[in-house]
Antibody
Framework: QAQLVQSGAEVKKPGASVRVSCKAS????????ITWVRQAPGQGLEWMGW????????HYAQRLQGRVTMTTDTSTNTAYLDVRTLTPDDTAVYYC???????????????WGQGTLVIVSS | ETTLTQFPGTLSVSPGERATLSCRAS???????LAWYQQKPGQAPRLLVY???RRAPGIPGRFSGSGSGTDFTLTISRLEPEDFAVYYC?????????FGPGTKVDFK
């Protein structure tokens, strides 16, 4: 059974950076893309981007481009999301989710991490 | 960027009734790469349907998806108490991938 376990909650000051990790188990990490999605309090889902552990290909939401980096470590089956220059608008629950296959066109998320709350406040 | 519009915003129904949720894309999804998710408070979303009409493993048969091009529908044939939640559609046909704003299904 596939499982994604995310790192714990973070509290950051504006201007800081945060790293969220997502450790995968129970499946071949290389064969399925990882998508990052966030949800601000009381709001809907926002697609942040996607990465292929197989070849490192990434696609980012344009509004976040330049502030976000997604990486994977295939030796530990872990995906990472780095967000820089945080503002209070980045306060949200951040989710990683596994796609149905390797390609971006298979990235409907069938397994989800438990979510990581990131609070940005002075 | 493909914008998804969901309607209604809120659907008030009674247990046992049928619920029909709609999702419209601003441009045609060439490969029906449209998914539906259910989200309950404090929980991660759960995949219900992918490829517009394929039920995800473990999803009850009362959930069905249909549609193609720009118009898609999620139907819950007979609502169970545990189905009251927010439902999101997502297109994964072209980058950037996008979600609809959601439809809340609540008790009439």
């Amino acid at each position: 059974q596939a499982q994604l376990v995310q790192s714990g909650a973070e509290v950051k000051k504006p201007g800081a950076s945060v790293r969220v990790s997502c450790k995968a188990s129970g499946y071949n990490f290389n064969n399925f893309g990882i998508t990052w999605v966030r949800q601000a309090p009381g709001q809907g889902l926002e697609w942040m981007g996607w990465i292929s552990p197989y070849n490192g290909e990434t696609h980012y939401a344009q509004r976040l481009q330049g502030r976000v980096t997604m990486t994977t470590d295939t030796s530990t089956n872990t995906a990472y999301l780095d967000v820089r220059t945080l503002t209070p608008d980045d306060t949200a629950v951040y989710y990683c989710t596994r796609g149905l296959g390797r390609r971006l066109g298979t990235s409907a998320g069938d397994y989800w991490g438990q979510g990581t709350l990131v609070i940005v406040s002075s | 960027e493909t914008t998804l519009t969901q309607f209604p915003g809120t659907l008030s129904v009674s247990p046992g009734e049928r619920a029909t949720l709609s999702c419209r894309a601003s441009q045609s999804l060439s490969s029906s790469y449209l998914a539906w998710y259910q989200q309950k408070p404090g929980q991660a979303p759960r995949l219900l349907v992918y490829g517009a009409s394929r039920r995800a493993p473990g999803i009850p048969g009362r959930f069905s998806g249909s549609g193609s091009g720009t118009d898609f529908t999620l139907t819950i044939s007979r609502l169970e108490p545990e189905d009251f939640a927010v439902y999101y559609c997502q297109q994964y046909d072209n980058s950037p991938l996008t979600f609809g704003p959601g439809t809340k299904v609540d008790f009439k």
